[in-house]
């Protein structure tokens, strides 16, 4: 079996799981419990977010988009940020950013 590079860490190995056409070693699949929700998340689901896992801080993709827009306001009209795409947006700008 040829070794394959993770898509998240760059670590080379030939053991890891095909997820969504991106492959991940086994560290970058292996369980993590939250700090902020005790939830279960893997370091490979912060693929989907506009973030890197910290290990200091050790908290799921969620909790670590909600900590990204805490007081923070939307970039576009000064609404509190809802969700963190580039940059701290509203709903609304949120969804004309995504329809563009």
């Known amino acids: ?3 394959k590079q993770c898509d998240y860490c760059g670590d080379t ?14 560290e970058c699949t292996a369980p993590i419990e939250c700090r902020g929700c005790s939830c279960e998340f893997t370091i490979s689901e912060f693929e989907r977010i506009d973030d890197q896992y910290d290990e ?21 009209c000064d609404q509190p940020a809802t969700v963190y795409y580039d940059n701290p947006l509203c ?10």
């Open 56 to 76: 200091i801080r050790k908290l799921c993709p969620s909790c670590s988009e909600q900590a990204m827009i805490a007081g923070k306001t939307c970039e576009y």
């Open 13 to 26: 190995s030939e053991k890891g799981l095909d997820k969504n056409g991106y492959w991940f070693c086994d």
């Open 1 to 3: 079996m040829a070794e």
């Open 91 to 100: 709903d609304d700008c949120a969804e004309q950013y995504h329809s563009d």
